[in-house]
């Protein structure tokens, strides 16, 4: 198994109240993860800590070769953390790809800081194709966030 982390941190002009109310919900990470093009079967737990988890099926599309398409069905753990200052994504993908997003929030004025730190863990083979497009995701993310939440 190969390894890799990362971080990305940016600003959107929205209280930390609204945006992980947003981030809370798994229907909004349809085209906000970009490859993420369906979301199904939520259902919330609480584990011994008296978190909030959300476990639900996604299905991100992949395109090769500008015309091939691929779905690729993954399952997420969403553990709500800390309230309007944290968000835990714990993604499973087949071939043993396993992802975790943790999504920190800071207030600041009227808005908020965002900083992703990204762990990916996936079989050796696989991690250049894993890390890149993780990062792509990572990066578009914030500003699409930013179009979103700010267009309201």
Known sequence: ?????????????????KVYEYLSEPQSYIGLSPLVTEVSDAESTRNNDGQTIIHYQAVETFHFFGFVRYPNRIQVAMILTQPDAQIVNLVESVPNVRLKFVLD???????TWIHEHVTAKMPLPLRGYVVSQAKAVQQARGEILK???ESN
Do not use: I
């Not at 929030?105 to 808005?111: A, L, R, T, Y």
């Open 147 to 149: 179009e979103r939440l």
């Open 105 to 111: 929030f800071q207030p600041e004025g009227s808005g």
């Open 1 to 17: 198994m190969a390894a890799a982390t990362f971080e990305h941190r940016y600003f959107v002009n929205v209280p930390a109240p």
